[in-house]
């Protein structure tokens, strides 16, 4: 049996559950059922052949040669989760998600989306499940990713379209939220990053760490040794946990988590925030956070929506303060050279969440020499992006 780490829901000062009394019973019971089942010999057999057959796991931990040498320094490898069914990391989650809530009896499945990636996920796995899927969205977001909200719907999810407030993510979590407190005996909260109260950031970490293992022992085959360092974007921080948490005790293992440093480092212009926030409490956890003095979440902004989060998960804010890992940020112009120059170099288009990741690592490559090893997260692959990456070319044109 694997004792799982921060079961108890903290991370050093952060993590934790800061919600209402009403939440704190379904969380509990979640937490029971997911302790129980993580270590449940069939659990795991049924996880590993939806991860094998379904997702197509494992995925290649592929050299990128030509990416490698037009930079001339430390050899760099990708961590193909592009190449997962739906083309992301998030499906892992998703199906593990799932399969817990099948065991505790739940048949309808709630989740809250902002750019839609997260809904597609969770609408996917609850149709292999035959389970019902209400799909919460800010009014805004439903209008500006309506190819999301049809695909959601083609996979037999009902969308709801949240018109309070702003109309944004912010609200789809209200709402959510809303419906959990009235409906829990019967509802299972799908949550889509390694964020919000426990257990979400523990239970989401174990799910995507499947990354990390299969990393990890397919350097060791392929090197015969651990990397140098690992790369990978964060958002709320589930690719980059799920990728990180596996080599922790590898103390020779440098790690970088890359935040999405958008337009500026002005307020409202950027979402990095470890690099730019201060420890505070968001959507029941803490972490590094970009709120204002009233403790209200900011704006904040990405060219890759994927990133676009005011908080960051608990686990990344406890490796910052106790520096195993490191955090940068990459603006929007270095994504979007990393997304051409990856799309030309090696024939893959990334993810412009990605991006960022591959940006970093390129420029992390250049300072290293040719003995040394970067292993970046590629967690999706850019086909929903080259819309929006058209267009910005058609403008600045
Ligand atoms: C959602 C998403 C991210 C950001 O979420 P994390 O929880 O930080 O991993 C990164 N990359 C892709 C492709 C995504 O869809």
Not at 110 to 120: D, M, N, S
Not at 146 to 152: G, K, Q
């Amino acid at each position: 049996m694997n004792k799982i780490k921060n079961s108890d829901g903290n991370f050093g000062q952060f993590g934790g559950s800061y919600v209402p009394d009403f939440l704190q019973t379904p969380l509990k019971e979640l937490e029971s059922y997911f302790l129980k089942y993580i270590n449940d010999f069939d659990f795991q057999k049924e996880l590993e052949y939806y991860f094998k057959e379904y997702i197509g796991r494992k995925s290649p931990l592929y050299y990128a040669k030509n990416l490698t040498s037009s930079i001339g320094g430390a050899k760099i490898y990708l961590k193909r989760e592009d190449l997962n069914h739906t083309g992301a990391h998030k499906i892992n989650n998703a199906i593990g998600q799932a399969l817990l809530a099948k065991r505790m009896g739940k048949k309808r499945i709630i989740a809250e989306t902002g750019a839609g990636q997260h809904g597609v996920a969770t609408a996917t796995a609850c149709a292999l499940f035959g389970l019902e899927c209400i799909i919460y969205m800010g009014a805004l977001d439903t209008k500006r990713q309506e190819l999301n909200v049809f695909r959601m719907e083609l996979l037999g999810a009902k969308v709801i379209a949240v018109t309070k407030g702003t109309a944004t993510l912010k609200d789809a979590v209200d709402e959510a939220l809303n419906d959990y407190a009235k409906n829990y005996a019967n509802t299972f909260y799908l949550l889509g990053s390694a964020v919000g109260p426990h257990p979400y950031p523990i239970m989401v970490r174990e799910f995507q760490s499947i990354i990390g293992k299969e990393a990890r022992e397919q350097i060791l085959a392929i090197e015969g040794r651990p990397p140098n360092y690992l790369v990978a974007a964060v958002g709320g921080g589930s690719n980059a946990i799920g990728l990180f948490h596996p080599f922790f005790d590898d103390n020779n293992v440098k790690i970088v988590g890359v935040e999405p440093g958008g337009k500026s480092d002005e307020n409202g212009d950027h979402a990095a925030s470890i690099c730019k926030g201060k420890v505070g409490i968001i959507h029941g956890f803490k972490c590094y956070t970009l709120q204002d003095d009233k403790g209200e979440p900011l704006a904040v902004h990405s060219i890759a929506a994927g990133l676009a989060y005011p908080g960051v998960g608990p686990e990344h804010s406890y490796y910052k303060e106790i520096a195993r890992a490191e955090y940068v940020s990459v603006s929007d112009d270095d994504a979007l050279k990393a997304f051409s120059i990856l799309s030309k170099t090696e024939g893959i288009i990334p993810a412009l969440e990605s991006a960022h990741a591959v940006a970093y690592g390129m420029t992390l490559a250049k300072t290293l020499s040719k003995d040394q090893i970067i292993i970046i997260n590629l967690s999706g692959r850019g086909d929903k992006d080259v819309q929006q990456v058209k267009e910005m070319s058609e403008r600045t044109k």
